[in-house]
């Protein structure tokens, strides 16, 4: 069986097509086909609280091609949801009518509560040790969720303000930083041998630019090195020069500094990366949804 999510996010939209199959009382979800358009909705946003005509045109241009192909794929069912950009921008109301009316997809405005929420639904710590503590960090254009789990269960969980398009135009004030870093503190206190879990396109990058291999972790060391590594090219030469993409080249620093901001403050020595986010939480969330209305048909 197949579904699909949207992620409405500050820097990209994706649509995540995911097969779910169930074999022996297992349940597996592996990705079909992730498709993204960089739309930089937060640039908007963020700067003047307004998105413009422009890219509100190419954002339901996006959708409606979006409700094309999941026609084409058949899915059993689907949701788009919509975080940070659309949360802040004044006319965001409007635009999620136009593409409720032109490309006939509802879009929820998700706080950032219910984000981490979704995040934390992937569960990646499941195949790890079910008696450490794990911080799930997810980082974005215009916010960063953080989840931190022990032995098991959810501790805590917040998003903050402080993204990496925040972060590229000095829209972050200092005292938000302190919040930031006292939090992380304040709830990793007394938890020792912390692993941090990534997510967000950034910190897939990150670690791939690591050279590591399979399921290895990405230590704190390590992330420093390549962050310093990165930094130390121009935006132009990380594209010619490093291959990064252009709306990845230049807000990939600001995510390793958030990054390497949270794992110090929690005294983090190393990150896993299972390359999951926002997308797969709500493909799992349509599973558990279908399964609960077989289960009321019975």
């Given at each position: 069986?197949?579904?699909a999510?949207?992620?409405?996010?500050?820097?990209?939209?994706?649509?995540?097509?995911c097969?779910?199959?169930?074999?022996?009382?297992?349940t597996?979800?592996?990705?079909?086909?992730?498709?993204?358009?960089?739309?930089?909705?937060?640039?908007?946003?963020?700067?003047?609280?307004?998105?413009?005509?422009?890219k509100?045109?190419?954002?339901?241009?996006?959708?409606?091609?979006?409700?094309h192909?999941?026609?084409?794929?058949?899915?059993i069912?689907y949701?788009?949801?919509?975080t940070?950009?659309?949360?802040?921008?004044?006319?965001?109301a409007?635009?999620i009518?136009?593409i409720?009316?032109?490309?006939?997809?509802?879009?929820?405005?998700?706080?950032?509560?219910?984000?981490?929420s979704?995040i934390?639904?992937?569960?990646?710590?499941?195949?790890l040790?079910?008696?450490?503590?794990?911080?799930?960090?997810?980082i974005?254009?215009?916010?960063?969720?953080?989840?931190?789990?022990?032995?098991?269960?959810?501790?805590?969980?917040?998003?903050f303000?402080?993204?990496?398009?925040?972060l590229?135009?000095?829209?972050?004030?200092?005292?938000?930083?302190l919040?930031?870093?006292?939090?992380?503190k304040s709830?990793?206190?007394?938890?020792?041998?912390?692993?941090?879990?990534?997510?967000?396109?950034?910190?897939?990058?990150?670690?791939?630019?690591?050279?590591?291999?399979?399921?290895?972790?990405?230590?704190?060391?390590?992330?420093?090195?390549?962050?310093a590594?990165?930094?130390?090219?121009?935006?132009?030469?990380?594209?010619?020069i490093l291959?990064?993409?252009?709306?990845?080249?230049?807000?990939?620093?600001?995510a390793?500094?958030?990054?390497?901001?949270?794992?110090?403050?929690a005294?983090i020595?190393?990150i896993?990366?299972p390359e999951?986010?926002?997308s797969?939480?709500?493909?799992?969330?349509?599973y558990?949804e279908?399964?609960?209305?077989?289960k009321?048909?019975?």
């Amino acid at each position: 069986m197949k579904f699909a999510s949207i992620d409405i996010g500050s820097n990209a939209v994706r649509l995540l097509f995911c097969n779910v199959i169930e074999d022996k009382g297992a349940t597996v979800f592996k990705k079909a086909e992730l498709i993204r358009i960089p739309l930089r909705l937060g640039e908007d946003a963020f700067l003047h609280k307004k998105i413009t005509k422009e890219k509100a045109d190419r954002l339901v241009t996006t959708m409606k091609a979006f409700r094309h192909l999941i026609s084409v794929h058949d899915v059993i069912s689907y949701r788009a949801c919509a975080t940070a950009a659309l949360r802040t921008a004044t006319n965001s109301a409007d635009i999620i009518k136009r593409i409720q009316k032109e490309a006939g997809l509802p879009v929820n405005i998700i706080d950032g509560k219910t984000e981490a929420s979704i995040i934390y639904a992937n569960h990646a710590e499941e195949n790890l040790e079910h008696d450490a503590s794990y911080m799930y960090i997810d980082i974005g254009g215009g916010s960063t969720e953080v989840t931190l789990m022990s032995n098991g269960k959810c501790v805590a969980s917040k998003s903050f303000n402080i993204g990496t398009i925040l972060l590229l135009y000095n829209k972050v004030e200092k005292k938000y930083w302190l919040e930031f870093r006292e939090w992380i503190k304040s709830v990793s206190e007394g938890k020792t041998a912390i692993t941090a879990i990534g997510s967000g396109g950034n910190i897939n990058k990150l670690y791939k630019m690591s050279d590591r291999k399979g399921s290895k972790p990405l230590s704190y060391k390590k992330l420093k090195l390549i962050t310093a590594k990165i930094e130390s090219y121009s935006t132009p030469d990380r594209i010619k020069i490093l291959g990064l993409n252009p709306d990845r080249a230049d807000v990939i620093v600001p995510a390793a500094k958030i990054l390497l901001a949270i794992m110090k403050s929690a005294r983090i020595q190393k990150i896993i990366v299972p390359e999951i986010g926002l997308s797969d939480g709500i493909v799992r969330g349509l599973y558990a949804e279908y399964k609960q209305k077989g289960k009321s048909r019975k």
